[in-house]
């Protein structure tokens, strides 16, 4: 629960509201725009679920798309884990990280600051599994609390609530159903990624049949209360203004709630709150690395682990390339590639819970579903929805995403040719 937390509590929460602000101004619509996000991401936990219970394998996406659909469908799925699912996220949250711990340290270098807490992170990951669990536990509490403590003295320290209008207006609803709303809820979308974090580390599960369903549902469900008394307080102490278009909005928010002094304190929490997602990230991420070095020989290097089961060479490898997004990419170039290639992933997946359905009769099923199939039908219309948009306006980061993707069909061919021709080769010497 702790991982599933830490995964969706990061990046998105702490800058998407000042992209939204930029074509949207209704408070309601705006609070809308999370709690419907919120909805969305627990439909995707209790199909996740279900599946992660009747597939009972660590890899998410990879074990999942491989058992319904075709190896080949895992494999790209595992490859867009590999290169962007975990990576891209890691990096953003480093790089808000630094924005933050900037804006209240002028001085401190943002670029450098990313690079030294992924770093710092892998080493305490890649070393024994109990320090790890016991980093994540404890960043994921001190998480929490913080934004909780935020929130109760924001609104209770502030000089003057925002005179915000409440009350639905006309217009409301045309804004709901048009391009403006669903591509802000491309941004709470990726605010809301890593309700399936568990999935990765379901073979470390004690009774995942058992303890996954509870584990996905009640983390989603605190992480959108928190989601929606953050925004509703960062609405209400610091007016709309001076939030369009900043990323750090939290420490804006902070700064017209406690003055300039408390403000740079503020925002200092604030950074040290995404230190967990990015521990989370380098903690769940290596895992599909692991199963798919465990599943094809020429990534068996990715397998490797210490005594103590911790897959060290994946870990490092993720990282290294989160590192490498920090110095090369933009924030929002990254975000939104970022968003729609996992939108793809977390699609397919989600519609192979009617393959399952098909395949295992129902009473042997460990768990399933409520409401069944009204969540998976919630969770496929809204993310199409968005993926939709995002090749409608934002064309480059969708068609990176879709040759991220069309790459990893690519390397999978390659891999199968290789395999057979060294499998062909020990038989003529047989």
């Not at 609070?31 to 996740?48: D, K, N, Q």
């Not at 080949?72 to 990096?91: D, L, R, Y």
């Not at 929606?228 to 203004?241: G, I, R, S």
Request: with cysteine.
């Amino acid at each position: 629960m702790a991982v599933v937390v830490a995964n969706m509590i990061g990046t998105g929460v702490f800058t998407s509201l000042g992209f939204q602000l930029v074509d949207i101004q209704s408070p309601l619509v705006l609070m809308a725009l999370w709690i419907i996000g919120g909805l969305t991401a627990l439909c995707g936990a209790l199909t996740y679920a279900e599946l992660g219970a009747a597939l009972p394998r660590s890899g998410g996406e990879y074990n999942f798309l491989t058992e319904i659909y075709h190896p080949a469908a895992g494999f790209v799925s595992g490859w867009v884990s590999a290169t962007i699912g975990f990576a891209a996220p890691t990096a953003l949250a480093a790089i808000t990280f630094g924005k933050y711990l900037q804006a209240v340290v002028p001085s401190a270098p943002a670029v450098l600051a990313a690079c030294i807490l992924i770093v710092a992170l892998t080493f305490a990951h890649a070393t024994n599994r109990r320090s790890s669990s016991r980093v994540q536990s404890v960043f994921t509490v001190l998480k929490v609390l913080l934004i909780v403590l935020f929130c109760v003295l924001a609104l209770a320290y502030a000089n003057a609530w925002q005179p915000l209008e409440w009350v639905p207006e006309s217009t409301d609803l045309r804004t709901m159903t048009g391009g403006a709303f669903a591509v802000a809820l491309i941004f709470v979308n990726y605010a809301y990624t890593g309700w399936n974090a568990a999935t990765y580390l379901t073979s470390e599960l004690d009774a995942p049949t058992r303890s996954l369903p509870r584990v996905l549902g009640v983390g989603t469900l605190v992480v959108t209360v928190l989601y929606v008394l953050l925004n509703f307080t960062f609405l209400t102490v610091a007016p709309m203004d001076a939030m369009v278009g900043r990323v750090e909005v939290g420490y804006v928010a902070a700064e017209h709630a406690f003055g300039t002094r408390g403000g740079a304190v503020m925002g200092g929490v604030l950074a040290l709150l995404l230190i967990s997602t990015v521990s989370a990230m380098t903690l769940a991420g290596p895992r599909v690395l692991q199963v798919i070095g465990q599943d094809f020989a020429v990534f068996r290097p990715l397998a490797r682990t210490t005594a103590d089961g911790v897959p060290y060479v994946a870990i490092l490898f993720q990282s290294a390339l989160a590192l490498v997004l920090i110095l090369t990419a933009s924030f929002e170039t990254i975000l939104v590639f970022a968003g729609f290639t996992l939108g793809l992933n977390t699609f397919f997946a989600v519609a192979g819970v009617f393959i399952v359905r098909r395949r295992i009769p129902i009473d042997r099923l460990p768990f399933r579903s409520p409401l069944y199939p009204l969540p998976a039908l919630v969770y496929l219309v809204v993310t199409g929805w968005t993926l939709f948009y995002i090749l409608k306006d934002r064309p480059n980061e969708g068609l990176w995403g879709l040759a991220v993707v069309a790459a990893g069909a690519v390397v999978y061919a390659v891999v199968k040719l290789v395999t057979r021709a060294i499998a062909t080769e020990k038989e003529k010497g047989r």
